[in-house]
């Protein structure tokens, strides 16, 4: 019997619905052609339109209903007209707290035919991990306000380290290392100015790192963190980071690797209890939204990862072949990447390279 998945289409807003849209036809063509397994899809039509129809993102019970599926692939949230924080906290963050997704993997590399803005940096050179604790840290949505208005206002971001929620994600890292071929992790901190958590950070690092004598570790303070990225992307491989520090590298990371229109994320929940979610790291673009010239590879990239998590790493392999023969042609490139290619011709061309033999 065909294996079936379970997978909820979350297409968002802006950009996020153009690049869903393109992501959905490029699985149905690969699904239909490789035998073995299908996809079944929902759509949910949870985002800003929603909100100004009904005042809410996504139904109060949205991430029970998450639950019925095997994965979740979502778009992008914001729109120009509604806070960002509204829209943030309103689905994904919505999404990702109740279903302990606390672990968010964050490939980085240079695909074929994509010139990285380094001079001399080339495929190859910069081929990184970086793991997002996704469930904590300064995201915690601790704090608040008081005195609104008033000369004594005061508003506290307060960030939480626990335990339990360091020591996951620590495995969680060094096991990533472990699985690559150079086995090499970095730790990344705060904890000369940080000297609370991220201290606890630190001596959580080294001490789940005993159990991984084949790893080998180092750690650096975020901000020279930045000048190694940038200066020396080959001493890198897999990245482990707070909720804040990772979500501000792997911008860093992916404009390194050429654009953030490329850079997939998935959102995992590594005990499988919950579905797990993919999506690109970039948001919803206001300033590209409607035009038809969204980077898609992203959500390509992302898709990809899904099939992995889903245990399909054959249909992930051959759908990373299709989307590296593509971004191999630069006339095949969209305008963040210096080209003049739409969204729609990227799709095509990936389906086309999907048909081809391997
Ligand atoms: P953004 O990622 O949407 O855009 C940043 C820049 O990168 C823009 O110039 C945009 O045109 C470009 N860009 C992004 N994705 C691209 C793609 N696939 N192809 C070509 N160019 C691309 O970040 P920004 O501008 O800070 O935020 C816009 C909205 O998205 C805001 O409402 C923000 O809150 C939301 N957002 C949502 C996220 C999510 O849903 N996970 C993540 C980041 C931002
Ligand atoms: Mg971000």
Redesign the pocket.
Known sequence: MTKTYRIAAIP?????VE?IGAGLAVLEVLTGNSGGFRLEVTRFDWGSERYRRIGSLMPADGAAQLLAFDAIL???????DLP?HL??WGL?LAICQPLDQYANVRPTRILPGIRSPLARVGPGDLDWVIVRENSEGEYAGHGGRSHRGKPQEVATEVAIFTRAGVTRIMRFAFELARSRPRKRLTVVTKSNAQRHGLLLWDEIAAEVAQGFPDVSWDKMLVDAMTVRMTLHPQSLDTIVATNLHADILSDLAAALAG???IAPTANLNPDGSTPSMF??????????AGKG????V?TFWTAAMMLEHLGEPAAAARLMRAIERVTADPTLH???LGGAASTRRVKEAVIAALTLAD
């Open positions: 968002g807003d802006g950009i996020g690049v979502f778009g992008a949230v914001g729109a120009p960002d829209t943030l994904r654009s953030i229109g999506e690109p790291i970039h948001g919803s673009a206001h300033d590209i010239i969204a980077n898609p992203a969209t305008p963040d």
